[in-house]
């Protein structure tokens, strides 16, 4: 039974992003793996080795995609030719939905290629859930959005971050991917209950779940994927799963990569709260 | 404030070149201070000012792009020196800053920058603007398209007289200075040696390649730059090669464009076909011509 009406794939279970140093890894070996999440704009290109790669991986496992650079709270239009590429992305790998983070990054056509906070305006919100359903209209595929870590606030904010994603989501009508190491690390940039975040996100809404490491800072946490993932964001994850159900979970490990089955093995940790979240559905 | 207001502030302070030790500058570009700008648009925390806040986005920005960027043109890196390369990497980013949504484009618009401003390479323009071709024909090879190879049964019914050939889009053909092919490959090999490396091979290593740049003499070659089995391949090719490719790829006739090659080249008369039937046997097996069904379509049209 899916959790929720923007969670129609419960069997997804525990994925692994799909990096290129495990490539040779899972081609020959061919582990055993509910599902990978690709970066979609890896792969938005006309040809060459990364598409082929990409075909040998659809032909054993499920996929779904993670952008980085659709940019739903950017003020300007999303691209044509973007929009051309991803339509022709999703027709290839069949991802049952599409996930891009709730943030900006391009602006008068000029890209940062950073995932930049947005402000938490009535204004934002609607200009973004406008621009959400209009990638969705075009791509005909349910759209997911991520909460992101952030460094900084901005004076001109009417609401919290979380009243934000509420407020876009109900707009758009549209799921979310819960990252619960970004709530961790914005919670600790921000001065802010981590678990208040949690327990405001309309868990009907949410699709999937994202964790990952992060690096200290003496005065501020940055959002690195390059660390296994500590206990205060497995208890922050633990709680979303007793609030959302079984959901698909995926950890992000992005730099200083580790072996492939350092990263499964880390990624199966988040197993125990989904058996009990299972058991908890079944009583 | 409005919200492109606002964004269009940010990505301004954001794109703002760092200073010689990585921190952000006092100063913005239109001269006010970056602390007010940063306290006019971002709040201070118990820990952060504004403007350190701030400097957590404009640091991230240029370390992403210029790392980025430096794994692109490691070529050009050993051409111009590491501190050089850095200086000509940031007014290249001023002034080209990234328009699409990948990465892999950031260096689309290189070749033409250098050629406008040829300061940054001082002696070496020709072979920087070189190894710049080489290295994004590179990228192109990678990922560009591939079209449908063309099989002799395509060319079944078709005027020879009027047929066109189209060579795949991924492939580059290149008419250098110098001989770089074999400088890149090796600067490549270094730098996945230097992976593993100690300093001291690091510095042997670095040694060796700064001869090597220093020693390189022009001396014209062709070269096409293809993709294989998804290999990207650099092949030199000859003069006579270089022309007739280069006029197919311009949409000459395959007569024109043997004609026109062939016009002052200094292989005598009697040997021409055999050389171009070993040209075309060898371009055809490396599967270097593409369909292109709609001129396909029409030449064999203007034949009925």
Aim: hydrophobic share 40%.
């Amino acid at each position: 039974m899916p959790a929720n009406a923007f969670n129609n794939f419960t069997d997804y279970g525990i994925g692994i992003g799909l990096r290129s140093p495990h490539y040779n890894h899972i081609l020959t070996r061919k582990p055993v793996v509910d599902w990978f999440e690709i970066i979609s704009e890896n792969f938005m290109i006309d040809g060459g080795r990364p598409l082929r790669i990409l075909d040998q991986i659809l032909e054993q496992y499920k996929v779904v995609q993670h952008g980085v650079s659709m940019y739903f709270g950017s003020a300007e239009r999303v691209g044509r030719e973007h929009l051309r590429r991803l339509k022709e992305l999703v027709k290839r790998t069949k991802t049952p939905w599409l996930t891009d983070h709730l943030c900006w990054g391009s602006v008068d056509g000029r890209y940062t290629h950073d995932l930049l906070p947005m402000p938490y305006t009535f204004e934002a919100a609607k200009i973004t859930a406008q621009k959400v359903c209009e990638v969705r209209d075009f791509l005909e595929v349910p759209i997911a959005v991520e909460n992101v870590s952030s460094y900084a606030e901005f004076h001109v904010s009417e609401m919290t971050e979380w009243e934000f994603l509420n407020e876009v989501v109900e707009r758009a009508d549209c799921g979310i991917l819960l990252d619960v190491n970004n709530i961790y690390v914005s919670s600790k940039n921000h001065s802010f209950d981590p678990f208040t975040y949690v327990n405001s996100v309309p868990a009907e809404r949410v699709a999937q779940i994202h964790i990952a490491g992060h690096s200290k800072f003496k005065k501020y946490i940055l959002d690195t994927h390059d660390h296994p993932v500590i206990d205060p964001v497995w208890k922050l994850y633990a709680r979303a799963i007793e609030r959302v159900g079984h959901t698909a979970t995926l950890l992000e490990w992005d730099d200083s990569i580790p072996s492939f089955d350092e990263v499964h093995d880390e990624a199966l940790k988040a197993n125990r709260f989904l058996a009990s979240a299972s058991l908890a559905a079944a009583v | 404030m409005k919200l492109l207001s606002l964004q269009r502030r940010m990505a301004r302070a954001v794109m703002t070149p760092l200073t010689r030790s990585e921190r952000m500058r006092s100063v913005a570009p239109d001269g006010r201070s970056m602390r007010t700008v940063a306290s006019r648009i971002i709040k201070p925390n118990d820990r952060l000012t504004s403007f350190e806040r701030l400097e957590i986005y404009n640091r991230q920005y240029w370390f992403r792009v210029l790392s980025a960027f430096a794994e692109d043109f490691q070529g050009l890196r050993a051409v111009l020196g590491g501190r050089r390369f850095d200086a000509m990497a940031k007014a290249y980013l001023m002034d080209c800053p990234s328009q699409s949504f990948t990465l892999r484009n950031l260096g689309s618009r290189l070749v033409g920058w250098l050629q406008k401003h040829p300061a940054w390479a001082g002696s070496r323009q020709n072979l920087a603007v070189d190894m710049a071709r080489l290295e994004w024909a590179d990228i192109e090879a990678f990922d560009g398209k591939r079209e449908p190879p063309l099989k002799p049964e395509d060319l079944a019914g078709v005027n020879p007289v009027k047929l066109h050939l189209w060579l795949q889009p991924y492939i580059s053909l290149l008419a250098l200075r110098y001989p770089l092919d074999d400088l890149l490959l090796e600067v490549r090999k270094d730098a996945s040696e230097l992976d593993i490396a100690s300093n001291t091979f690091s510095e042997r290593h670095k040694r060796k390649r700064v001869t090597q740049v220093a020693r390189l003499k022009p001396s014209p070659i062709f070269l096409v730059v293809h993709r294989l089995d998804e290999d990207v391949y650099f092949r030199r090719i000859d003069g006579e090669e270089f022309a007739i490719l280069s006029a197919l790829r311009a949409g000459k006739t395959l007569n024109a464009a043997i004609e026109s090659a062939l016009r002052r080249t200094s292989i005598a008369a009697k040997d021409r076909a055999v050389h171009v039937e070993k040209w075309f046997h060898t371009w055809s097996a490396l599967d270097w011509f593409c369909r292109q069904e709609r001129h396909l379509k029409n030449e064999k049209a203007a034949l009925r």
